[in-house]
């Protein structure tokens, strides 16, 4: 499987691209501020064409080209139904100090829009991402899972591994958490939803951020002082 991404935008948002391999349909995850551009070299260097953009949350550093891409492609964008009215009002997400970063720059849907559900399964370009809600930044944050095929030396003849790969948007950086203090965000709940969702994952669960390197489950739970102290008054950072 192709996984390939890259920092976008003021906010340094993560925006990644996977398709099974080159040459065939994609799948975009997070086109934030400026990320159209790079987005399209990818797709041109790898072949692929996309087949849908999944948003984690409606935050604008996430979403801020997504209408662009969906529009210029013919695919619809996914996202959860509690935070798709950002799409066409991002203000709602940002509250009074971030506000101004909109300007007067006027935000519309994509012509196609789907809503995720908790605990479905979205099956897109030969690909199967699971769907979990884990509000807390905001309350449509979603968790998308995915199982990769990771080729081992193949000199011994050993089949392909398989590794749990989590998209976890703001819920989980490697190192701290989402930040609470924009209108939607709740701090407790945000900590549920870690405790909830990701922590009974493997450790071995490969978590791609919206924002800062990759980690992994085993990593954060060792060593991320806000998974150590959940129930605490500690605030996340990061982001929107």
């Excluded at 979403?63 to 709602?92: K, S």
């Excluded at 449509?140 to 003849?157: K, P, R």
């Amino acid at each position: 499987m192709l996984i390939t991404g890259f920092p976008a935008g003021m906010f340094q948002t993560n925006c990644y691209i996977l398709a099974p391999q080159p040459g065939g349909q994609a799948v975009i995850i997070d086109p934030g501020q400026d990320a159209a551009p790079q987005v399209r070299a990818l797709l041109a260097e790898h072949d692929l064409t996309p087949a849908a953009v999944l948003l984690t949350h409606g935050h604008l550093d996430h979403t801020w080209n997504a209408t662009e891409l969906c529009d210029e492609f013919g695919i619809p964008a996914y996202i959860h139904t509690a935070d798709r009215p950002m799409l066409t009002d991002p203000g709602m997400g940002l509250g009074r100090a971030l506000g101004p970063l909109i300007g007067d720059t006027e935000f519309t849907e994509p012509q196609q829009v789907i809503e995720f559900a908790d605990g479905e399964n979205v099956e897109i370009a030969g690909m199967r991402f699971t769907v979990d809600l884990a509000p807390g930044h905001t309350q449509g944050s979603v968790l998308l899972g995915i199982d990769v095929e990771v080729a081992e030396d193949d000199s011994d003849g050993a089949a392909p591994t398989t590794v749990p790969v989590c998209f976890s948007g703001d819920v989980l950086f490697a190192g701290s958490i989402g930040r609470t203090d924009l209108p939607g965000g709740d701090h407790d709940q945000l900590l549920e939803s870690i405790e909830k969702k990701l922590l009974p994952l493997p450790d071995e669960t490969q978590v791609l951020p919206g924002h800062g390197p990759q980690t992994s489950i085993g990593a954060e739970r060792a060593t991320n002082p806000f998974l150590l102290g959940i129930g605490t008054d500690k605030k996340g950072r990061f982001g929107l």
